[in-house]
Structures are given as structure tokens and as C-alpha cells.
């Protein structure tokens, strides 16, 4: 992905954003490699995802040993959890991302196939309060986005224990319309029927509609999980809906599952998705250990943005503009820029030989808030105009007292 400055602005203020949430509810930054050997994803993304099977870059290194570029990075987290010990220390952990992702799909409006995650993960806490805890940071960062129109579904999808119990029955009606189902589900029948509610084909997604749900089929533990999740979320005012066609496209997922769904930003209207993972860090050679975390997409959140009219404004960078005539004025003025810039101020003056006029348009067009031009004349007195550009207004200025100069931009 290129993004240019005219962009970039909106990525920061996201970044600059998520990070002060995740400082907010105590999550520490974590950064992981790129790519990992494909064994890890297969294992913890779930050989059945769409992820593994169709959409990672896989390539083979010198020794040819199976390489892929992450695609997600929650089973990265887990790998460097697990390689670093840190398992053993005080729980739970709480990191969070901000990376590139690479998926090998269709790009179109908010799917390419290098994308941006902010992303958190909780390991070691099984309580349902840490969902509420994950789901509450998640949401404290779409409202500090200010965006209104992104909204919280949330279910559960059990665990192995009711699990086999749902997938039966969900076989059981989805082989009744097994001629009507795409190729796709056809398949997911045998290998993976919870995957057919999340089917985006429109015939799959009809017959989903009515069929058996998730919540009917949950072990009393999974049930009690459910219902305490929906007491802090409830404690904590924040609103939802309970959609049992949400069960997340990972392997690893169990209990709790939840996207934030905007409305209006097109097909690809989930800005984030996250659930509980009790099983990946075992199942990626760690401990029994808990799990839950989500990831945005930010380009989503940049769709989602622009839509509810919230983008922050373009910063005013360009404090002062110094115009020069002449070589000497030139110096001084790349000398004069150089000594505000130590004291804090950005300063800018000419670099590629314009004409007076056009060094002005130029400063114009940055957008500078203040210029000044010198001149022989400004060079012998010492003394220069500083123009404030908001109101045209001028004062004087002693050009050899930085001091008094950065006073005058304020
Ligand atoms: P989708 O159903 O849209 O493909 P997913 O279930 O594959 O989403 P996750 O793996 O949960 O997505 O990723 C979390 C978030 O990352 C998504 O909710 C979305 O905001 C973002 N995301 C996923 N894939 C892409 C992509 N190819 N381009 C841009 N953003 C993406
Ligand atoms: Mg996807």
C-alpha cells in the first residue's frame, strides 16, 4: 500500500489514537516479524479458514523451509508468548499491534491484499470480564474516533465440549438444502458447517437465517460465560445486539465472538472482529491458557470515518515561510529557519531558486503561518517585516534575536 501525506495525517491520528486507548485499559505494545514459518498459521489460524487456504503468501527460503506473510497477528502473539516464556509470568497479558497484514484476495472497496490491523490480545483471563474488558477498549476507540454509525453484535459459539452437539444439528439442516448451497458450503458441510453462516453468497446466507442457533446449544458453563459477558457489557452501558450468524472465519474461536459492524461503508462493513481463543495457544505448542482479542481494520475505520463526516482536519505544519532575494538573504535565511527549527518552530525557506513571487505562492500554498522576506536591505538594518498570513498583519523584528522571533510566532 502507498499513502501519501494528503492521507497519511488520518493514519496517524488513528495510530496516535489506538495507542493511547490501549495505554488507557492497560495494554503494552507488542512487535513481531513479518512473516513466520506457514506451519504456525496453519496451525493457528485453522487449516480450514479461507485464510490458509486460500489467501496466504507462501514462499520457500534458501533452506526451503515453508515461509508465509502473516495474515493476521494473533498467532504470531501467541508464538512469541510462548518462545519467550513470558506464559510463566504474572497474568494476564495484554498487548497490542498496529501492522501490515497480506492476504492473497479480490481488492475492492476495503479489502486489499496488504492491509493495516490495530489489534489487542489478552492471555491468561477467562472470565467473562475480560471480554467485557477487550470489547469495552474496542469500543472506547470507535467512540474517540467519534464515529456513530458502528455498531456492536456480539455471540457465542461454545467450546468443544458443545460444539459437536451444534455442528450436528447445523449438518442436519444444512444437508436438507445441500443442492441450493454453494460449492464453497457444500464442502464446509463435512469439514466445517459453522462456517456456512458466514457465508456471503446470498442463497447460503437465506438458508442461514433460519437455521439452528449457536446460543440454544451452549454447555451450562458456556451459557454462564455468556450471560455474565452480557452483564459487565451491561454494567458498563455499552449497547449491543446478540447475532447468532456471527461465528468469525478463524478455527481457534470458542465462546464469545463480536464484530463492530458499520453501517453504509458497502459489503465490507465489519471495522472489527475479535473473539475468545482458548484453544490456539495450545494448539500452537504453549500451555492450556486462555485467550480473547480483536483486530480493526484501518482503512475500515478511514471508510467508516469519511462516511459519519468525523476525519480530523490536515495539521497546520508550516509555522514560518522566509522568502529571500538575493544570495546572501538565502543564507541568512536558511541560517535563520535552522535556529528556529532548534527552538521548536517549523521553519521553512526556499530550496530549488525561485523567484520572490513564487517563493510567496509557494508559502501560500503550504499554508505557512507567518512569512517573512529578506532582502539586502532586511540584511544591513537587521530589522525585517513578519507578516502573520490569517490577518495580513506586520511587526517588526530584530532578525539576529531568534529569542524575540519565536516570541512573535506564538
Ligand atoms: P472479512 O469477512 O471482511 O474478510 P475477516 O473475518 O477475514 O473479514 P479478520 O481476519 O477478522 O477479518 O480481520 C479483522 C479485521 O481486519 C476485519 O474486520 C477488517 O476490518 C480487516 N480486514 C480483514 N481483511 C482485510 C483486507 N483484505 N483488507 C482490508 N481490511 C481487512
Ligand atoms: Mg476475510
Redesign the pocket.
Known amino acids: 500500500m502507498d499513502i501519501f501525506p494528503d492521507e497519511i495525517y488520518i493514519w496517524q491520528h488513528i495510530e496516535k489514537t489506538a495507542r493511547e486507548v490501549a495505554a488507557r485499559y492497560g495494554f503494552e505494545e507488542i512487535r513481531f516479524p513479518t512473516f513466520e514459518e506457514t506451519a504456525l498459521f496453519n496451525r493457528g489460524v485453522g487449516d480450514t479458514t ?2 490458509v487456504q486460500k489467501e496466504m503468501y507462501t514462499f520457500s527460503d534458501r533452506d526451503g523451509l515453508s515461509l508465509s506473510l502473516r495474515p ?1 497477528g494473533t498467532a504470531s502473539t501467541a508464538r512469541a508468548v510462548i518462545e519467550s516464556g513470558k506464559y510463566a509470568d504474572t497474568l494476564p497479558l495484554k498487548y497490542y499491534y498496529i501492522i501490515n ?1 497480506f ?1 492473497y ?1 479480490k481488492p475492492q472497496a ?4 496488504e ?1 493495516y ?1 490495530f489489534g489487542v490480545e489478552i492471555f491468561g483471563a477467562q472470565n467473562a470480564a475480560a471480554d467485557a474488558h477487550v470489547i469495552a477498549m474496542g469500543n472506547a476507540l470507535i467512540r474517540e474516533l467519534n464515529l456513530k454509525s458502528v455498531a456492536l453484535h456480539i455471540n457465542s459459539i461454545g467450546c468443544p465440549e458443545c460444539r459437536p452437539k451444534y455442528h450436528d444439528a447445523l449438518r442436519e439442516y444444512f444437508r436438507a438444502h445441500s443442492d441450493e448451497l454453494c460449492d464453497t458450503c457444500r464442502k464446509r458441510l463435512e469439514t466445517n458447517p459453522l462456517r456456512i453462516l458466514d457465508c456471503k453468497s446470498e442463497i447460503c446466507s437465506k438458508i442461514a437465517d433460519t437455521a439452528p442457533r449457536t446460543i440454544e446449544y451452549l454447555c451450562d458453563d458456556c451459557s454462564a460465560h455468556f450471560d455474565s459477558l452480557k452483564k459487565c457489557l451491561d454494567a458498563l452501558g455499552i449497547t449491543y445486539s446478540i447475532d447468532t450468524r456471527i461465528v ?3 478455527d481457534y474461536y470458542t465462546r464469545t465472538v463480536f ?1 463492530f459492524i458499520s453501517e453504509g461503508i458497502g459489503a ?1 462493513s ?4 475479535g473473539g475468545r481463543y482458548d484453544g490456539l495457544i495450545e494448539s500452537v505448542g504453549g500451555p492450556r491458557m486462555a485467550g480473547i482479542g480483536f ?3 484501518i ?2 475505520l478511514i471508510l467508516s470515518m469519511k462516511q459519519d463526516g468525523v476525519l480530523p482536519e490536515p495539521p497546520a505544519n508550516l509555522t514560518l515561510y522566509i522568502a529571500s532575494l538575493g544570495d546572501a538573504a538565502s543564507v541568512k535565511a536558511i541560517e535563520i529557519a535552522d535556529r528556529l527549527r532548534h527552538t521548536g518552530i517549523s521553519a521553512e525557506s526556499d530550496l530549488v531558486g525561485r523567484s520572490l513571487k513564487a517563493q510567496i505562492k509557494y508559502a501560500n500554498k503550504a499554508g505557512a503561518a507567518y512569512t517573512l522576506i529578506l532582502g539586502d536591505s532586511e540584511l544591513e538594518s537587521g530589522k525585517a517585516q513578519l507578516k502573520k498570513m490569517s490577518d495580513g498583519s506586520q511587526v517588526e523584528i530584530d532578525i539576529n534575536n531568534i529569542a524575540e522571533m519565536k516570541a512573535a510566532l506564538q
Do not use: K, N, P, Y
Not at 476495503?110 to 491484499?113: A, F, H, I, L, V
Not at 465489519?270 to 472482529?273: L, R
Open positions: 479461507d485464510i493476521e497484514c492476504r484476495e476495503g479489502r486489499s491484499r492491509f490491523q468469525r472465519g478463524l464484530e465490507q465489519t471495522v472489527c472482529g483486530a480493526m481494520g482503512t475500515r
